[in-house]
């Protein structure tokens, strides 16, 4: 098959990039054809080996950018045949495509972020954009099949946009179970916590989140001197505006505690420096983070969010908790006081991780391209 895969961005660095990435060279690897059509790509030899299409979005606010890419992709696209064109949310069409979330669900739960983040939630410029190729993709069925990302997403698409059932099959986002993996993190952990100036016998909190004050950043710093253990830190990744953060642990105290690493293109490397990934999030898709975790060996210390429920057995790799610094702490307490069970749950988390490995998901979206293909023909 010959497959095209369009999505704004195409690397390692972000989620949907990230998976965008490694679908299209799982399905390269089974012996398809894949082309990507992104505005920019991190992907080094995309471009050599001709499998990049740029689809030239100017540098300019990223409401533009959304829409821009929205208006010129789908022209490209028809320029060349394929026997799949899989969108990923921001075209409103595509044969196949992947729902990475429901963004009417997602501001509304952004609606619950505290007062104090109220201009957060606030319908931008760029949610109207994603809004309107949401109605327009999903309420006038501009799809052959979707793909969800959790069974959260499908109900989701169904509540808000009458999608039905038949036309949705759920496939969970994939993970590298060679590059995230406990003996990297046993391989790594001192060099990597030296660079961070991180001592080598704390304990480790980790967020990786592009979006702080959703993930629960805040929840977690109020929960840092909440904890009877001494003194834990809090290792964040991923592209956000640290400066209230950094404040807020300033007047929580635990500022010396606190590490932020921005957007980081190799992120294995940093659930290498970990012992525990924590995440209590307003609303998720189906974390990436979260299972990249599980992978790494990383007890998960999460809401039962989309994706949290799908992945997430309590007390078995990880807790659920209510999203209050005060619940988030006593989870934190079991597991540092523990060494036992935080040796279990962390067996655990990678055993829970592995029915997600990319090749059984890449051959569960190329059984979608068959049914697809063998209606159209």
Same mark, same amino acid.
């Given at each position: 098959?010959?497959?095209?895969?369009?999505?704004?961005?195409?690397?390692?660095?972000?989620?949907?990039?990230?998976?965008?990435?490694?679908?299209?060279?799982?399905?390269?690897?089974?012996?398809?054809?894949?082309? =990507?059509?992104?505005?920019?790509?991190?992907?080094?030899?995309?471009?050599?080996?001709?499998?990049?299409?740029?689809?030239?979005?100017?540098?300019?606010?990223?409401?533009?950018?959304?829409?821009?890419?929205?208006?010129?992709?789908?022209?490209?696209?028809?320029?060349e045949e394929f026997d799949v064109i899989h969108t990923n949310g921001d075209l409103s069409s595509g044969s196949i495509v992947t729902a990475h979330s429901c963004h009417k669900a997602g501001l509304i739960c952004r609606s619950q972020?505290?007062?104090?983040?109220?201009?957060?939630?606030?319908?931008?410029?760029?949610?109207?954009?994603?809004?309107?190729?949401?109605?327009?993709?999903?309420?006038?069925?501009?799809?052959?099949? @979707? =793909?969800?990302?959790?069974?959260?997403?499908?109900?989701?698409?169904?509540?808000?946009?009458?999608?039905?059932?038949?036309?949705?099959?759920?496939?969970?986002?994939?993970?590298?179970?060679?590059?995230?993996?406990?003996?990297?993190?046993?391989?790594?952990?001192?060099?990597?916590?030296?660079?961070?100036?991180?001592?080598?016998?704390?304990?480790?909190?980790?967020?990786?989140?592009?979006?702080?004050?959703?993930k629960g950043l805040s929840v977690l710093i109020d929960a840092l001197p909440l904890t009877r253990s001494d003194h834990p830190w809090l290792l964040v990744a991923g592209g956000d505006d640290p400066a209230p953060y950094r404040e807020?642990?300033?007047?929580?105290?635990?500022?010396?505690?606190?590490?932020?690493?921005?957007?980081?293109?190799?992120?294995?490397?940093?659930?290498?420096?970990?012992?525990?990934?924590?995440?209590?999030?307003?609303?998720?898709?189906?974390?990436?983070?979260?299972?990249?975790?599980?992978?790494?060996?990383?007890?998960?210390?999460?809401?039962? @969010?989309?994706?949290?429920?799908?992945?997430?057995?309590?007390?078995?790799?990880?807790?659920?908790?209510?999203?209050?610094?005060?619940?988030?702490?006593?989870?934190?307490?079991?597991?540092?006081?523990?060494?036992?069970?935080?040796?279990?749950?962390?067996?655990?988390?990678?055993?829970?991780a592995l029915p997600y490995a990319w090749p059984s998901i890449v051959q569960r979206t190329l059984a979608v391209y068959d049914e697809y293909c063998g209606a159209t023909r």
């Amino acid at each position: 098959m010959k497959i095209a895969y369009a999505h704004l961005e195409f690397g390692h660095s972000k989620g949907i990039p990230r998976y965008v990435a490694q679908l299209a060279e799982g399905v390269r690897l089974f012996g398809h054809e894949s082309h =990507i059509f992104a505005a920019q790509t991190s992907v080094e030899g995309a471009i050599d080996r001709g499998l990049f299409h740029r689809v030239p979005v100017p540098r300019c606010p990223n409401s533009a950018r959304i829409a821009t890419f929205a208006l010129l992709a789908p022209h490209m696209l028809q320029k060349e045949e394929f026997d799949v064109i899989h969108t990923n949310g921001d075209l409103s069409s595509g044969s196949i495509v992947t729902a990475h979330s429901c963004h009417k669900a997602g501001l509304i739960c952004r609606s619950q972020l505290p007062a104090a983040y109220s201009h957060r939630c606030n319908l931008g410029i760029a949610d109207a954009i994603r809004l309107r190729i949401e109605s327009l993709l999903y309420g006038r069925r501009q799809y052959s099949h @979707v =793909i969800a990302v959790s069974e959260g997403v499908k109900r989701e698409l169904h509540e808000f946009y009458g999608v039905p059932s038949g036309d949705c099959t759920v496939i969970p986002n994939g993970v590298d179970l060679n590059l995230f993996n406990p003996a990297r993190r046993a391989a790594e952990r001192r060099r990597l916590r030296e660079n961070l100036l991180i001592p080598a016998d704390a304990f480790v909190i980790l967020l990786t989140a592009n979006e702080y004050e959703r993930k629960g950043l805040s929840v977690l710093i109020d929960a840092l001197p909440l904890t009877r253990s001494d003194h834990p830190w809090l290792l964040v990744a991923g592209g956000d505006d640290p400066a209230p953060y950094r404040e807020r642990a300033r007047r929580m105290r635990v500022e010396n505690r606190l590490r932020f690493v921005g957007s980081v293109e190799n992120i294995a490397s940093v659930y290498a420096c970990a012992d525990v990934f924590a995440m209590p999030s307003y609303y998720e898709a189906f974390s990436l983070a979260t299972l990249e975790a599980a992978a790494a060996g990383l007890p998960l210390i999460v809401t039962r @969010v989309n994706g949290t429920e799908d992945l997430v057995v309590d007390r078995w790799n990880g807790f659920f908790v209510e999203r209050s610094p005060e619940c988030v702490a006593e989870a934190l307490d079991r597991v540092i006081e523990d060494p036992s069970l935080l040796s279990a749950l962390s067996r655990q988390a990678r055993d829970s991780a592995l029915p997600y490995a990319w090749p059984s998901i890449v051959q569960r979206t190329l059984a979608v391209y068959d049914e697809y293909c063998g209606a159209t023909r």
